[in-house]
């Protein structure tokens, strides 16, 4: 059984979560820094910090099988626990399987609203007053497994998804290495 404070972070773009889990890294160590796209700007920032990167293109490669090197790679450094922080892919049954329970994702919503895109636009859409965002376990259904925290961040009646999304962001980067440091702990 590994050791579940060693994380690997999963990304596919920008990065901010993987910042924030890092820069407030309480209880855990980020041990890799993973991306399906090798072009992704956080990576950039990861490197630069000196943290071990693991970067392969998943176009073109079949789901199971960049899975498969996925996997491998977790399992030659050690890794106890995968924080998925803007991975734009989904995961294969035999990952969730073999990493059963110990997946993590941060999803801009409150969660079981607006699971998959667009959520910004779809709670402005509703009218809803409040919006948040979830960190919840990983299973083979999108965006739907247990929820283990969540922020509520107002709505304002001039919000645009764009506005919405960096105030949900400020949230996220506060929920996601407080549940994380909680959950390396359980
Ligand atoms: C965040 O909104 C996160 O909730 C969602 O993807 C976005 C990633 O942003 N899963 P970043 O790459 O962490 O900046």
Redo the contacts with the bound molecule.
Sequence with gaps: MHDPRRVAIL??????????LVERADGYDVTLIVSNKPGAL?LQWARERGLATWALESKGLGKEDYDRQLSATLEEHGIGTIA?????RILSPWFVERWRGRIL????SLLPKYRGLD?HARAIEARDQVSG?SVHVVTEELDAGEVLGQAEVPIEPEDTPGSL?QR??VA?HALYPKVLSEFVRR
């Design positions: 990304i596919s773009g920008r990065g901010s979560n993987m910042r924030a956080g998925l922080a803007g991975f734009m994702n941060i999803h801009p959520t965002c999304e949900v962001l996220e």
